[in-house]
């Protein structure tokens, strides 16, 4: 499990055109530009912020055991859409998530781990606008379809109203939503 605001932090360490912004926009722009372009991730010798590192250490395993499965990551705490393309740069920079080339669409992407948000309840006033943006993202889009288009969720509540609304949007954008 990895919380929302530890991945922020982590971008912004990363990321100095991310540490820069100063929006939820330009925060989504960033980092979509940044799971979608085709050279790799510059990387120095250090060790990177925790989360990037717990990230590493799956694609090394990945790299030990190719036919292993890597299963999905919760990322709790998600309040705003940036907070879960935060999780797929990081997936991006480990080698976990390679998008195909824009001209090709979807077909061709490559996505190892699954991304799991998890809503608290004061979130899930926003849960809905929170995956509609990220089903409408180019990344996540290629993300899910990578993934056969099926997002996990996780509610920290018991919300079957908001499930149901979650139900819905999914189906409307084809995506198989399970909680």
Same mark, same amino acid.
């Given at each position: $499990? @990895? #919380?929302?605001?530890?991945? +922020?932090?982590?971008?912004?360490?990363? $990321?100095s055109s991310y540490a820069r912004t100063g929006t939820e926009t330009e925060r989504w722009g960033? &980092?979509?530009?940044?799971?979608?372009?085709?050279?790799? %991730?510059?990387?120095?010798?250090?060790?990177?912020?925790?989360?990037?590192?717990?990230? #590493? @250490?799956?694609?090394?395993? &990945?790299?030990?055991?190719?036919?292993? #499965?890597?299963? =999905?990551? %919760?990322?709790?705490?998600?309040?705003?859409?940036? #907070? $879960?393309?935060? *999780?797929?740069?990081?997936?991006?920079?480990?080698?976990?998530?390679?998008?195909?080339? =824009?001209?090709?669409?979807?077909?061709?992407?490559?996505?190892?781990?699954?991304? %799991?948000p998890s809503f608290k309840p004061a979130a899930l006033a926003h849960a809905t606008y929170t995956?509609?943006?990220?089903?409408?993202?180019? *990344?996540?889009?290629?993300?899910?379809? *990578?993934?056969?288009?099926? +997002?996990?969720? +996780?509610? @920290?509540?018991?919300? @079957?109203? %908001?499930?149901?609304?979650?139900?819905?949007?999914?189906?409307?954008?084809?995506? +198989?939503? =399970?909680?």
């Amino acid at each position: $499990m @990895e #919380d929302a605001g530890e991945l +922020q932090a982590a971008c912004r360490g990363l $990321m100095s055109s991310y540490a820069r912004t100063g929006t939820e926009t330009e925060r989504w722009g960033v &980092l979509t530009r940044g799971c979608l372009q085709r050279w790799p %991730v510059e990387r120095f010798g250090e060790p990177g912020p925790p989360p990037a590192e717990r990230f #590493d @250490e799956i694609a090394l395993r &990945l790299l030990c055991e190719p036919d292993a #499965d890597p299963g =999905s990551i %919760v990322i709790a705490g998600v309040e705003r859409p940036s #907070d $879960m393309l935060c *999780a797929l740069w990081l997936a991006r920079r480990s080698g976990l998530f390679l998008a195909a080339a =824009s001209a090709r669409g979807a077909a061709g992407s490559r996505s190892r781990l699954g991304l %799991v948000p998890s809503f608290k309840p004061a979130a899930l006033a926003h849960a809905t606008y929170t995956l509609a943006t990220l089903y409408a993202n180019a *990344a996540y889009k290629r993300h899910l379809a *990578a993934r056969g288009n099926a +997002q996990r969720i +996780q509610l @920290e509540s018991d919300a @079957e109203l %908001v499930h149901e609304r979650l139900a819905r949007q999914a189906r409307s954008w084809g995506v +198989q939503l =399970s909680v």
